[in-house]
């Protein structure tokens, strides 16, 4: 079966710092990766998504940005953190060359900046 | 572009009670359509979903219907649970925009003992 894991669970930054959030699937080939980020009592907003390794698309202007160095990893960054990058970030997989297909969610990361 | 549209909470609700969400959607293709549940502090879990008009998605007690003809896809439980608190979220997939899902702003739910 699949697994998606994320981690940390939940990070403590101050402002104007890095930052590395790491996502990895196991059970399936060519998963299509996502990043979402949820902002406290709001809805889900996607970040980035990725088709393959190397591939990347931004959803939106902003402050961070994603990498996926493995078939299987899917990276979100920053090299300075601002206040509004705060939220609970989720990593989602679905499986690659089908239509409609659901999206499956890790755990999700709790970002806090100070 | 496509949107979902569900009620706003919080839904407040005492044990046994039923439950709707209301969830409306427009879209360019002929998107298939979810529920996912959030658990306070966790991940979204995918609840049911539909692919084609006139489906009916279930699991844990949770029924919702795909309607064409209302854009609609309403989540209904006929007796709720403490554990059924959480926030619900309805979401589409589209073809037409890459297969990427669009979600609902979430409804909070609330069930007292």
């Known amino acids: 079966s699949q697994t998606i894991h994320q981690w940390p669970a939940t990070l403590v930054q101050p402002v104007g710092s890095p930052l590395s959030l790491e996502c990895t699937v196991e059970?399936?080939?060519?998963?299509?990766l996502y990043w979402y980020r949820q902002a406290a009592g709001r809805g889900l907003q996607l970040l980035f998504y990725s088709v393959g390794i190397g591939q990347i698309s931004s959803e939106v202007p902003q402050n961070l940005s994603a990498s996926r160095p493995q078939d299987r990893q899917f990276i979100l960054s920053s090299k300075k953190l601002l206040l509004s990058d705060s939220g609970f970030y989720l990593c989602?997989?679905?499986?690659?060359?089908?239509?409609?297909?659901?999206?499956?969610f890790g755990d999700g990361t709790r970002l806090s900046i100070l | 572009g496509n949107s979902v549209t569900q009620m706003e909470g919080p839904v407040t609700l005492s044990e046994e009670a039923f439950l709707t969400i209301n969830c409306t959607y427009t879209a360019t293709g002929y998107p298939s359509l979810f529920w996912y549940v959030q658990y306070p502090g966790e991940g979204l879990q995918l609840l049911l979903k539909a692919t084609k008009a006139d489906d009916k998605g279930s699991n844990k007690g949770f029924e919702a219907t795909y309607r064409k003809e209302t854009t609609s896809f309403h989540l209904e439980k006929g007796s709720v649970q403490v554990s059924d608190s959480a926030v619900y979220f309805c979401a589409l997939s589209d073809r037409a925009a890459g297969n990427k899902l669009t979600f609902g702003g979430g409804t909070r739910v609330l069930v007292k003992p």
């Open positions: 989602a997989w679905s499986r690659p060359g089908l239509t409609n297909q659901p999206q499956h």
């Open positions: 059970g399936t080939s060519n998963p299509n």
